[in-house]
């Protein structure tokens, strides 16, 4: 199948934004709030995360799920406002190089783009893991689940999931909405039944270490140290990454500039409601202490919802293992949206190479950046894996680096961006200035916070290390780095978008006061 470049027009070259040939009109603000659902994948990330968040801050689960909550939300509304005044595939690439220039906007899709495929290559694996778990569970057959820790055959069905994928991906978004819909409504019926039978189950008798509710657990300040939620809130802003995907498809979402930053909004208020109501009921049934079953286990952490299912829903425990792959598997999907979209934008300003900027003519979807994305990620994940086993909680703790590090980047752009207008009104004091620098401030705190701890190999419970630095540590550099090199690469080979010709800074000037 043949694919046609898109050509910048000629308003491009003054500096503007334009068009790329994708599908405009096609996603509505139901199928992009599916899709952002879909690429936080709560049902995967939350069994992953609950475990060691309880491990850090005991009963404060819910609380630290509010208080990670929180600047994901502030550097949301910064998220808004950029998408109201410059709709672009881009995102943070282009809006980064509307406000810092070329070399901070490259740097920030660059994050971007590593942290899709650190996730890209995470969702795979996950999906292997719990395919062969649910084999195992629907057959009585323990030892099935075991196939998923030969290597072979682990990175061979690995790729197969990846092919599906990305095969689906490189179709028209009609087809990925379809798709989202009934596996984002299994995946989220699956989670309130099981969230709603432990709560009821609690009080009965029938639970593990029945624990009454408590308004308590929703208070940051009863955390015991700043270390224990620093701890929870870098898990905390893992759970929630994936809502920035609703931006991605502004070029191809109904009525631009305002139905992205409504969809982002809303994904996030449903998944941390979710999220809270999951929290309740694991701790109401199982507690947090360090018993078989409790969740500060560490035995049981890697995946909570598998070892519980049993206990809180007996013979229908399959729906959760079911839930969770198709978690995994619909965001293996949704997830190639972003990095595909952002390599587009990159290929279409001369960021990159311009083959990044073919739209399937057909489709009308960024086809060669997916085969590219989904490439990386292919290879990414084969070499982790053999490196080492627990390649998996490594890429997540890496991961949240890479979050915290374009978020950031993102969050500031929209600060400096519309640096004349903070004071036009209150509206913009607060959506344009101080929530996205209190976000901003937060995420760039926790990146340093982060990047310091993982350089001692014990930072990560696989204590993988090369030369004793910490491989999340070595991973986090290698990425920044290696951007940095290839970024220095394009500039010389692509001068003119370094040089603000295809893609210049802007900054709007006040309303209320006139032109300063």
């Known amino acids: 199948m043949s694919d046609k470049t898109s050509v910048a027009p000629a308003e491009t070259l003054d500096g503007g934004l334009s068009k790329k040939g994708l599908s405009a009109g096609t996603i509505g603000l139901i199928g992009a709030v599916v899709i952002g659902i879909s690429c936080i994948a709560p049902a995967y990330t939350f069994t992953a995360a609950v ?26 509304f910064g998220y808004r406002e950029l998408n109201n005044r410059m709709p672009d595939s881009g995102t943070s690439f282009t809006w980064a190089t509307r406000a810092f220039g070329p070399w901070v906007g490259w740097m920030a899709g660059w994050g971007l783009i590593a942290a899709t495929i650190l996730v890209l290559s995470n969702l795979a694996g996950i999906a292997v ?26 990175i061979a069905v690995c790729l197969l999931f990846m092919l599906a994928a990305t095969t689906i991906s490189y179709r028209d978004m009609q087809t990925t909405q379809k798709l989202q819909y009934f596996l984002v409504t299994f995946q989220i019926a699956g989670l309130l039944l099981f969230a709603i039978a432990a ?14 509710f408590d308004l308590n ?3 940051p300040f009863a955390v015991e140290s700043i270390g224990a939620l620093v701890a929870g809130l870098s898990l905390s802003i893992f759970i929630f990454w994936g809502w920035d995907v609703t931006l991605t498809m502004n070029e191809e979402t109904k009525d631009p500039e305002k139905t992205p930053g409504r969809a982002a909004t809303l994904t996030v208020v449903i998944i941390v409601s979710l999220y809270l109501l999951l929290a309740v009921g694991l701790m109401m049934f199982s507690g947090v202490g360090t018993g078989e079953l409790g969740l500060g286990n560490e035995d049981i952490q890697a995946n909570v919802f598998f070892y519980l299912s049993g206990e809180v829903l007996g013979p229908l425990a399959f729906l959760v293992s079911l839930a969770v792959l198709t978690s995994s598997a619909s965001s293996l999907q949704s997830t190639f949206v972003g990095p595909a979209r952002t390599l587009l ?15 399937s003519p057909r489709f009308f979807t960024p086809g060669y950046a997916t085969i590219v994305a989904a490439v990386v ?39 400096w961006y ?10 913009n004091t607060f959506y344009t200035f101080l929530f996205p620098l209190i976000g901003g401030i937060i995420l760039t705190g926790l990146f340093v916070i982060t990047l310091r701890d993982s350089f001692a190999p014990d930072y990560s419970d696989s204590g993988a290390n090369i030369g004793g630095v910490g491989l999340v540590f070595i991973l986090g550099m290698t990425i920044i780095v290696l951007g940095i090199v290839v970024m220095i690469w394009q500039a010389v080979k692509r001068p003119a978008f370094f040089r603000g010709e295809t893609l210049s800074m802007d900054a709007p000037a006040s309303i209320g006061r006139g032109k300063r």
């Open 217 to 219: 657990w929703f208070n």
């Open 345 to 359: 934008a990159m290929g279409h300003y001369g960021a990159l190479p311009q083959s990044f900027a073919k739209v």
């Open 199 to 212: 709560i009821v189950r609690a009080p009965s008798g029938d639970a593990f270490d029945p624990t009454p």
């Open 51 to 76: 475990g060691p968040t309880a491990s850090a801050v005991g009963t404060q689960i819910p609380a630290v799920i509010l208080v990670g909550f929180i600047p994901m939300l502030l550097v949301a």
């Open 129 to 154: 893991e719990f395919l062969f778990l649910l084999i195992a569970q629907i057959t009585g057959q323990a030892e099935i689940a075991d196939l998923a820790s030969n290597t072979f055959i682990n």
């Open 377 to 415: 990620a292919s290879v990414f994940y084969a070499v982790m894996r053999v490196l080492s086993e627990d390649v998996l909680w490594d890429t997540i703790l890496t991961l949240g680096m890479m979050i915290c590090f374009y978020y950031g980047i993102t969050a500031f752009a929209c600060v």
């Open 418 to 427: 519309f640096r004349k207008q903070w004071f036009d009104s209150v509206r």
